[in-house]
């Protein structure tokens, strides 16, 4: 049974992890990117040559410069679990709303389903993000529903396939096993703090591509 304090700890941890997916959406639509880089580890890897918060910020403004004019993400969904006091895992669903400029000097409104899977850690007494991966569904022009394969469709680029459901054994498994006509068996509840484990059946941390 945890103490009173540790319990305390773990509430105070899960609002404050909670509260650094807001501000990460909030800081990156009104271009703060000091406040932005902030929430990540100091040591944050950029590419394969590059880590730190002086990189992370180069990188952000040469991206944002060149693909947005402006972006709104609303997140959503938030599952939290930890593997110790100073580190933890989750799931962040995000609703995203870009505007991109297109080659031929127009305008697209590209909304965007994604999720992100996060690594957080504790450092110093504050919780930061130790990397965040990325994963799609579909992003596509307002008007144009991304209905069929390869749903990340933006101006002048060929559409292609997001990893939203990578991640996740069952979205494979459920389309490879139809019912049979026996009794549905039910697996046991996952243990506390090992849902996400459990839903990747136990598979590793997944890995992030590094430029």
């Given at each position: 049974?945890?103490?009173?304090?540790?319990?305390?700890?773990?509430?105070?941890?899960?609002?404050?992890?909670?509260?650094?997916?807001?501000?990460?959406?909030?800081?990156?639509?009104?271009?703060?990117?000091?406040?932005?880089?902030?929430?990540?580890?100091?040591?944050?890897?950029?590419?394969?040559?590059?880590?730190?918060?002086?990189?992370?910020?180069?990188?952000?403004?040469?991206?944002?410069?060149?693909?947005?004019?402006?972006?709104?993400?609303?997140?959503?969904?938030?599952?939290?679990?930890?593997d110790s006091a100073d580190y933890a895992r989750g799931v962040v669903y995000s609703k995203?709303?870009?505007?991109t400029p297109r080659g031929d000097g127009g305008t697209e409104w590209v909304i965007m389903?994604?999720?992100?899977?996060?690594?957080?850690?504790?450092?110093?007494?504050?919780?930061?993000?130790?990397?965040?991966?990325?994963?799609?569904?579909?992003?596509?022009?307002?008007?144009?529903?991304?209905?069929?394969?390869?749903?990340?469709?933006?101006?002048?680029?060929?559409?292609?396939?997001?990893?939203?459901?990578?991640?996740?054994?069952?979205?494979?498994?459920?389309?490879?096993?139809?019912?049979?006509?026996?009794?549905?068996?039910?697996?046991?509840?996952?243990?506390?703090?090992?849902?996400?484990?459990?839903?990747?059946?136990?598979?590793?941390?997944?890995?992030?591509?590094?430029?």
């Amino acid at each position: 049974m945890a103490s009173l304090e540790q319990r305390i700890d773990r509430l105070e941890s899960l609002d404050e992890i909670r509260q650094l997916a807001a501000k990460y959406s909030l800081s990156l639509d009104m271009r703060d990117l000091d406040a932005h880089v902030n929430l990540f580890a100091p040591d944050i890897r950029v590419s394969r040559e590059l880590s730190g918060r002086a990189h992370l910020k180069r990188w952000l403004d040469d991206t944002l410069r060149l693909q947005f004019t402006g972006t709104s993400h609303h997140i959503g969904n938030h599952i939290i679990e930890f593997d110790s006091a100073d580190y933890a895992r989750g799931v962040v669903y995000s609703k995203n709303e870009h505007e991109t400029p297109r080659g031929d000097g127009g305008t697209e409104w590209v909304i965007m389903q994604m999720l992100y899977w996060d690594n957080y850690e504790r450092i110093d007494g504050r919780w930061l993000f130790r990397r965040r991966l990325p994963c799609y569904w579909y992003a596509t022009d307002l008007n144009k529903p991304p209905v069929g394969d390869n749903k990340m469709r933006w101006p002048d680029r060929e559409p292609y396939a997001g990893a939203y459901h990578d991640l996740w054994p069952s979205w494979q498994s459920f389309w490879a096993h139809p019912p049979g006509v026996d009794e549905p068996q039910v697996a046991p509840p996952a243990p506390l703090d090992a849902f996400l484990t459990t839903m990747r059946r136990c598979a590793p941390e997944p890995r992030i591509r590094v430029r």
